[in-house]
C-alpha cells in the first residue's frame, strides 16, 4: 500500500512538472508569435512611410554627403510619419512587448538615420509633436548627441 502511495505521488509530481514544462513551452512560443508578428506589421508599415517620402529626400535620408533637399511640407511629412512609427516601436520594446533582439535589427538603421542631416534639420520643428513621450524625446536627444561626439 505504502509503494502504492508513493508511486502516486511520484506521477503527481511528474504531471505537475509536465504541466509547467508545457506552459512554459507554450508561453514561450506565444511570444515569439507575437514578435513576429509586430515584426512583419512593423516592416510593412516601415515600407509604406519610406515610399512617402518626397522623391528628392529619399537620399538624404541616409547619406550624410548628401545635400539636402529644400524644406517642404510634404518631407516634413514625411519625417513625422517616420518618427511616429519609430516612437511606437520604442515604446513597445521599453515596455517589454517587443524582442530586444528584433529591437536591435531595428536600432541601428534608426540611430543612422536620426544621426543624418536631414533628420537634424525636421527634429526641432517636429518635437514638440512628441511632448507626452519625454523617454522618446530624451531617446532622439541622446542618438544624435553620440552622433556629434563621434564625428567631432
Do not use: H
Not at 55 to 82: H, I, K, M, N, W
Amino acid at each position: 500500500m505504502e509503494l502504492i502511495n508513493i508511486l502516486g505521488q511520484i506521477g503527481t509530481i511528474a504531471a505537475a512538472v509536465f504541466a509547467g514544462w508545457a506552459l512554459w513551452q507554450n508561453s514561450r512560443n506565444n511570444r515569439k508569435q507575437t514578435n513576429i508578428q509586430a515584426f512583419l506589421a512593423y516592416t510593412e508599415r516601415f515600407e509604406r512611410v519610406m515610399e512617402a517620402f518626397p522623391a528628392e529626400a529619399c537620399q538624404a535620408r541616409f547619406d550624410l554627403e548628401q545635400t539636402l533637399p529644400l524644406e517642404s511640407e510634404d518631407l516634413t511629412g514625411a519625417v513625422l510619419r517616420y518618427l511616429n512609427l519609430t516612437s511606437e516601436e520604442f515604446y513597445l520594446w521599453k515596455r517589454g512587448y517587443l524582442d530586444t533582439q528584433v529591437w536591435q535589427i531595428w536600432e541601428r538603421e534608426i540611430q543612422r538615420m536620426l544621426r543624418s542631416p536631414l533628420f537634424r534639420r525636421e527634429w526641432p520643428k517636429l518635437v514638440t509633436e512628441f511632448t507626452s513621450f519625454q523617454e522618446f524625446i530624451d531617446y532622439i536627444r541622446n542618438v544624435q548627441r553620440r552622433g556629434r561626439d563621434a564625428a567631432a
